[in-house]
């Protein structure tokens, strides 16, 4: 099993840019495939970005040219920075491990003037 914890939540103006961060312990064995997740207040959890095994990159359209997901494997973490930020993307943010299926326990962000 694998345990995630999600940091870099907060407030922040439209337009401005938050980076969270997915730190994995636990049994890592291999380089883990993370998935960010978002879910806004009664919609349901969407899938905003993806990295695996091999550094594949996607991201849902909404976000594409917005937001960047990556991995510094040295530290056993995988980074979502999240530039020109809009009100929609308000919403928890979670991240999950693909191959044990563990999830963190999510962290708000909240674009709001």
């Known amino acids: 099993q694998v345990q995630l914890v999600e940091i870099g939540g907060g407030l922040v103006q439209p337009g401005g840019s938050l980076r969270l961060s997915c730190v994995v312990s636990?049994?890592?064995?291999?380089?883990?495939?993370i998935d960010w997740y978002r879910q806004a207040p009664e919609k349901q959890r969407e899938l905003v970005a993806g990295i695996s095994s091999d550094g594949t990159t996607n991201y849902v359209d909404s976000v594409k040219g917005r937001f960047t997901i990556s991995r510094d494997s040295a530290k056993n973490t995988v980074y979502l920075q999240m530039n020109s930020l809009k009100p929609e993307d308000t919403a928890v943010y979670y991240c999950r491990e693909r191959h044990y299926g563990s999830w963190g326990q999510g962290t708000q962000v909240t674009v709001s003037s």
């Open positions: 636990g049994s890592i064995f291999r380089i883990n495939a």
